[in-house]
């Protein structure tokens, strides 16, 4: 048997963590059994379906690389489909008009509210066979009445929903329209599914698709419900807790396999093990080793495990992903270093690539005022000598080097007796306009020749400014 699994999100809303995690897990399950896993867009609810969402599902998942082995299914482009199954349920007796008006549906509910029973539809139309004048009818499936219907979930565990407490589902409305749980069946079994991994809120609804794959005629697939994500606060992952659309996260600069990294031990784990290649994902995972428990969002174990894939990603792939939010900024890329230089000056420093690429925008663009203390700090009388020195060393070098700009600073520094950092602190400040950069002959080759002669001039003006005021 070839594992098959799916992904099926309904376009109401945009691509959230939540939804990735389940994504990650079919399509790990999938990959690790050498299956196939396909996507379906669940679009029935068309008041709420919208082109962007649909748009925001196949972004996300592009970007994060899970790929679909088939074209995706829509489920609107199924309506004759679901049809098809309605008409042959009804001419086998395994589906019925419903001709109960809202009013009478209400009296039962109430009746049965006020007995203290059980809630739901009860029946009453199952035998009947004449229409009812001036009503159209829905559709509704005639559940088992009796036994248990068992749904080994390989999350859950062995769980048992007793048939009596399921009352009959309507499966089409009386608009002709069809409802979720029976094109959710019609579509796992067409789509020849064989692993279902969802959230655990579909739970409730999976014995009545159990008993809706046995009306099919199909074997129905075997069943994983994940836990929740929660918040540290331990509510529903909800905005308040930070991005809720996938592509911020991209936008926020983190890499999608940092992410993926971060969400697949959400719930799962593989001993110790922290950061997981794909192939390892791939490798390791399975969904019985999957948690019961909700799992906890932890934004800043995302940035940690986002530093870590920045460190190790080859420099000249990283530059490929930082050049974007660089351009985004509106750096002239040109007109600075080369993102390879800032990407290796910064990875370890960086948490994200919009990060990195804000921090480095002294490499970019020119800054007008000196980080006001800092400057007040650092560019003082006593270095301007030593400053003036080290420009004219500088605009000396043969070669504009990392070494050769080291030699540079210590050599001046020396000669004018005081240790390279009272030199290296005031030229950082010099340079890049505040206190904080990476090392400083890396931060001054990151400058480049004629900025760092512009820069330091202009230092020098400002001190030689602030003597003239003091005196
Ligand atoms: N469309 C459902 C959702 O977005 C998924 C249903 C399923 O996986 O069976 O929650």
């Given at each position: 048997m070839t594992v098959r699994t799916r992904f099926a999100p309904s376009p109401t809303g945009v691509l959230h963590l939540g939804s990735v995690r389940t994504a990650l897990?079919?399509?790990?399950?999938?990959?690790?059994?050498?299956?196939?896993?396909?996507?379906?867009?669940?679009?029935?609810?068309?008041?709420?379906?919208?082109?962007?969402?649909?748009?925001?599902?196949?972004?996300?998942?592009?970007?994060?690389?899970?790929?679909?082995?088939?074209?995706?299914?829509?489920?609107?482009?199924?309506?004759?489909?679901?049809?098809?199954?309605?008409?042959?349920?009804?001419?086998?007796?395994?589906?019925?008009?419903?001709?109960?008006?809202?009013?009478?549906?209400?009296?039962?509910?109430?009746?049965?509210?006020?007995?203290?029973?059980?809630?739901?539809?009860?029946?009453?139309?199952?035998?009947?066979?004449?229409?009812?004048?001036?009503?159209?009818?829905?559709?509704?499936?005639?559940?088992?009445?009796?036994?248990?219907?068992?749904?080994?979930?390989?999350?859950?565990?062995?769980?048992?929903?007793?048939?009596?407490?399921?009352?009959?589902?309507?499966?089409?409305?009386?608009?002709?329209?069809?409802?979720?749980?029976?094109?959710?069946?019609?579509?796992?079994?067409?789509?020849?599914?064989?692993?279902?991994?969802?959230?655990?809120?579909?739970?409730?609804?999976?014995?009545?698709?159990?008993?809706?794959?046995?009306?099919?005629?199909?074997?129905?697939?075997?069943?994983?419900?994940?836990?929740?994500?929660?918040?540290?606060?331990?509510?529903?992952?909800?905005?308040?807790?930070?991005?809720?659309?996938?592509?911020?996260?991209?936008?926020?600069?983190?890499?999608?396999?940092?992410?993926?990294?971060?969400?697949?031990?959400?719930?799962?784990?593989?001993?110790?093990?922290?950061?997981?290649?794909?192939?390892?994902m791939i490798e390791y995972f399975d969904i019985a080793d999957v948690n019961q428990s909700a799992s906890s969002f932890n934004p800043e174990k995302l940035r940690w495990l986002n530093q870590q894939y920045i460190k190790v990603t080859p420099t000249a792939t990283l530059a490929g992903e930082v050049r974007p939010y660089l351009e985004e900024l509106g750096y002239d890329i040109g007109g600075g270093p080369d993102p390879e230089a800032v990407v290796d000056a910064y990875r370890e420093r960086a948490e994200t690539l919009r990060e990195m690429a804000e921090s480095a925008r002294y490499c970019y663009v020119d800054f007008e005022e000196f980080e006001a203390k800092a400057a007040k700090k650092h560019l003082r009388p006593v270095i301007l000598e030593p400053l003036r020195a080290l420009a004219e060393r500088l605009a000396d070098l043969d070669e504009w080097s990392v070494l050769e700009i080291e030699a540079a600073v210590k050599e001046t520094a020396a000669a004018h007796e005081i240790n390279m950092g009272k030199l290296g602190q005031p030229l950082r400040v010099a340079v890049t306009g505040a206190g904080v950069s990476p090392p400083i002959d890396v931060t001054v080759c990151l400058v480049g020749r004629e900025r760092t002669a512009q820069r330091l001039a202009k230092a020098i003006a400002a001190i030689e400014a602030r003597a003239a005021a003091s005196h």
């Amino acid at each position: 048997m070839t594992v098959r699994t799916r992904f099926a999100p309904s376009p109401t809303g945009v691509l959230h963590l939540g939804s990735v995690r389940t994504a990650l897990f079919s399509w790990l399950y999938a990959r690790h059994h050498g299956g196939q896993f396909l996507l379906r867009i669940e679009d029935t609810d068309r008041e709420r379906s919208t082109p962007e969402n649909v748009e925001a599902i196949f972004d996300g998942m592009a970007w994060l690389n899970l790929t679909a082995d088939e074209e995706p299914i829509y489920q609107t482009a199924r309506f004759d489909r679901y049809r098809e199954v309605t008409e042959q349920w009804l001419a086998e007796d395994k589906a019925y008009h419903c001709y109960c008006t809202r009013a009478e549906l209400e009296e039962m509910r109430e009746r049965q509210m006020a007995e203290g029973g059980q809630v739901g539809y009860d029946g009453r139309c199952r035998d009947r066979h004449e229409p009812r004048e001036g009503v159209d009818p829905v559709v509704r499936f005639k559940n088992p009445v009796d036994g248990v219907v068992v749904v080994n979930d390989a999350v859950r565990g062995r769980v048992e929903f007793d048939n009596g407490q399921l009352d009959d589902l309507i499966i089409a409305r009386s608009d002709g329209t069809p409802t979720y749980n029976f094109c959710v069946v019609i579509d796992d079994a067409d789509m020849q599914i064989t692993h279902v991994i969802r959230g655990d809120d579909h739970l409730n609804n999976t014995p009545r698709q159990i008993n809706m794959f046995a009306a099919l005629g199909a074997t129905p697939p075997s069943f994983g419900h994940l836990p929740m994500i929660l918040g540290a606060d331990g509510a529903k992952l909800s905005k308040r807790h930070g991005a809720v659309d996938i592509r911020d996260y991209r936008d926020e600069g983190f890499l999608p396999e940092a992410l993926l990294n971060y969400l697949v031990r959400l719930g799962w784990s593989h001993g110790d093990q922290e950061l997981f290649s794909m192939e390892e994902m791939i490798e390791y995972f399975d969904i019985a080793d999957v948690n019961q428990s909700a799992s906890s969002f932890n934004p800043e174990k995302l940035r940690w495990l986002n530093q870590q894939y920045i460190k190790v990603t080859p420099t000249a792939t990283l530059a490929g992903e930082v050049r974007p939010y660089l351009e985004e900024l509106g750096y002239d890329i040109g007109g600075g270093p080369d993102p390879e230089a800032v990407v290796d000056a910064y990875r370890e420093r960086a948490e994200t690539l919009r990060e990195m690429a804000e921090s480095a925008r002294y490499c970019y663009v020119d800054f007008e005022e000196f980080e006001a203390k800092a400057a007040k700090k650092h560019l003082r009388p006593v270095i301007l000598e030593p400053l003036r020195a080290l420009a004219e060393r500088l605009a000396d070098l043969d070669e504009w080097s990392v070494l050769e700009i080291e030699a540079a600073v210590k050599e001046t520094a020396a000669a004018h007796e005081i240790n390279m950092g009272k030199l290296g602190q005031p030229l950082r400040v010099a340079v890049t306009g505040a206190g904080v950069s990476p090392p400083i002959d890396v931060t001054v080759c990151l400058v480049g020749r004629e900025r760092t002669a512009q820069r330091l001039a202009k230092a020098i003006a400002a001190i030689e400014a602030r003597a003239a005021a003091s005196h």
